[in-house]
């Protein structure tokens, strides 16, 4: 496959691109899926351990790509994931405090803003998903809404919604 670029315009974005290469696990995970294709039991067999969390930080910063595998005959199909970007492009302004709030909730323990993402996870579960509500309801800007959002592992943006993620939607 040739190179791809990845095109960032929002900065909530680098919250799990930030996840991503500020761990060595996931980073690890990156690097694999950068080469080839893999199951979830190859990956966790490569790096010695369970590798969803990585695969749901990947997908949320827009760095997954997954299909079936043909199977072998009598066995049932498996999905194999991989990335296929290699380069990044940013392009966005933000104010210093929204880049700065945005860098400290990617590196902030989870214990640390958990009461905030679990805050968004309820409301977004009542039904309370339009931006601009949740702005309101959190008093919080959009910019935070969606980076709490894409460090949360159930909730997806969608626009100027916010979703609550599936357990079969994961990756």
Not at 72 to 82: I, L, N, T
Not at 113 to 133: C, F, P, Q, R, Y
């Amino acid at each position: 496959m040739g190179e791809r670029t990845r095109i960032i315009n929002d900065p909530s974005y680098l919250v799990p691109l930030l996840r991503t290469f500020g761990s060595r696990t996931h980073k690890k995970v990156f690097d694999l899926l950068l080469t080839e294709w893999m199951t979830k039991e190859e990956l966790d067999e490569a790096i010695d351990s369970d590798s969803l969390s990585s695969l749901i930080n990947l997908k949320k910063a827009g760095l997954l790509e997954s299909k079936w595998r043909v199977p072998e005959p009598g066995k049932s199909p498996s999905k194999e994931f991989h990335t296929s970007y290699t380069n990044v492009q940013v392009n966005f302004q933000s104010s210093f405090e929204d880049l700065s709030d945005i860098i400290m909730l990617a590196f902030k323990p989870y214990d640390e803003v958990k009461d905030t993402i679990e805050s968004l996870e309820s409301l977004v579960a009542e039904g309370n998903t339009s931006m601009s509500k949740l702005t309101r309801e959190l008093n919080m800007n959009t910019c935070l809404i969606c980076a709490t959002a894409r460090r949360s592992d159930r909730l997806s943006v969608m626009g100027q919604r916010l979703k609550l993620i599936e357990k079969d939607e994961e990756i």
